[in-house]
T-cell receptor, first 114, second 115 residues
Framework: KQEVTQIPAALSVPEGENLVLNCSFT??????LQWFRQDPGKGLTSLLL?????REQTSGRLNASLDKSSGRSTLYIAASQPGDSATYLC?????????????FGKGTHLIIQP | EAGVTQSPTHLIKTRGQQATLRCSPI?????VYWYQQALGLGLQFLLW???????NRGNFPPRFSGRQFPNYSSELNVNALELEDSALYLC??????????????FGDGTRLSIL
């Protein structure tokens, strides 16, 4: 059974710092990996999707990498801002076409101090 | 473009009752997914509908069921409610089996509270 783990569970840093969030998964036979953010009481906002054949994806200040063979992904946030405060979730899709849904980690709760 | 919309925002029920939650996908999306986010358990996959049919379900009992309508909107029904069903229920949509490696887009959820 696929398990997704996110470290750390919580992180508090001052504004302006660069930071890395970690995600690991037990079964390397994934189809893709997605990073989301969730604001309190809200749904999920898709940030980046990395296909299994890709090594990284970038969007603005966000960069996500994928090392499928070692079962790891990182989300790099550059020049953090208070608006980045949220819970960040990573999720893997095991088979194409959405057949198994997404398997999620429990998230990293990020606080950016002004 | 309108995102995924869910209703109601909050729902309060008592044990043994039935709950119905609704979801409208993004226009053009044919796949709808339901997830449960219970405190301490994280997000868990519940059901997947595509082109009007249930395609797969997660590890949940049969009292969790639903359907997808011809306009691709979806309904989640939870029968014989139990206290542990209290959770945020999230709906997501995607382009479906015709759109591989497409991200899932989520609504803001329905908060179901069982008294």
């Amino acid at each position: 059974k696929q398990e997704v783990t996110q470290i750390p569970a919580a992180l508090s840093v001052p504004e302006g710092e660069n930071l890395v969030l970690n995600c690991s998964f037990t079964d390397s036979a994934i189809y893709n990996l997605q990073w989301f953010r969730q604001d309190p009481g809200k749904g999920l906002t898709s940030l980046l999707l990395i296909q299994s054949s890709q090594r990284e994806q970038t969007s603005g200040r966000l960069n996500a990498s994928l090392d499928k063979s070692s079962g790891r992904s990182t989300l790099y946030i550059a020049a953090s801002q208070p608006g980045d405060s949220a819970t960040y979730l990573c999720a893997v899709e095991l088979s194409g076409g959405g057949a198994d849904g997404l398997t999620f980690g429990k998230g990293t709760h990020l606080i950016i101090q002004p | 473009e309108a995102g995924v919309t869910q209703s109601p925002t909050h729902l309060i029920k008592t044990r043994g009752q039935q709950a119905t939650l609704r979801c409208s996908p993004i226009s053009g999306h044919t796949s709808v997914y339901w997830y449960q986010q219970a405190l301490g358990l994280g997000l868990q996959f519940l059901l997947w509908y595509d082109e009007g049919e249930e395609r797969n379900r997660g590890n949940f009992p049969p009292r969790f069921s639903g359907r997808q309508f011809p306009n691709y909107s979806s309904e989640l029904n939870v029968n014989a409610l139990e206290l542990e069903d209290s959770a945020l229920y999230l709906c997501a949509s995607s382009l479906g089996t015709g759109g591989w490696n497409q991200p899932q887009h989520f609504g803001d959820g329905t908060r179901l509270s069982i008294l």
